[in-house]
């Protein structure tokens, strides 16, 4: 039994989590190329860059928002954690519940931000929230 689970340990990954290195430039040739095609119809250029202080700032959004979103996950695990280590007992279960119900509600603002703050960034040429 154990020679069978560290032959599934083994190739599992191997087989699942193989990374191809090869492919990672891809979207950027294909977007290169999509932007010469536009360039070549009469286009502008629609690249990242129109503004680089908006672009700064859609990039800082983007980046603190996803912090917020690690942060919701690691609350949403010591959440869990502590509901587990209850045991039936109430009031660690009441504080498991509220670590969880404060993390959903602090999701519920994190993607309410993202999503006004896309809007806008939007509305004001930003082209650094679209994902690359």
Same mark, same amino acid.
């Given at each position: 039994m154990k020679k069978l689970l560290i032959i599934i340990l083994i190739i599992f990954p191997i087989l699942f989590?193989?990374?191809s290195f090869v492919?990672?430039?891809t979207f950027k040739l294909f977007s290169d190329s999509l932007n010469n095609t536009a360039i070549n119809s009469g286009y502008e250029n629609q690249t990242?860059?129109?503004d680089p202080f908006v672009d700064t700032?859609? =990039?800082v959004v983007q980046m603190v928002l996803g912090l917020l979103g690690v942060v919701f996950f690691g609350l949403t695990i010591y959440g869990g954690y502590l509901w587990?280590?209850?045991r039936g007992n109430?009031?660690?279960l009441k504080k498991a519940q509220e670590v969880l119900r404060g993390a959903v509600i602090g999701l519920i603002i994190v993607i309410s931000?993202?999503?006004v703050s896309y809007y806008i960034i939007? =509305?004001?040429g930003a082209k650094a929230l679209i994902p690359q």
């Open positions: 989590f193989n990374i492919k990672a430039d990242v860059g129109q700032i859609a =990039k587990m280590l209850a109430e009031e660690d931000a993202y999503a939007s =509305k004001i």
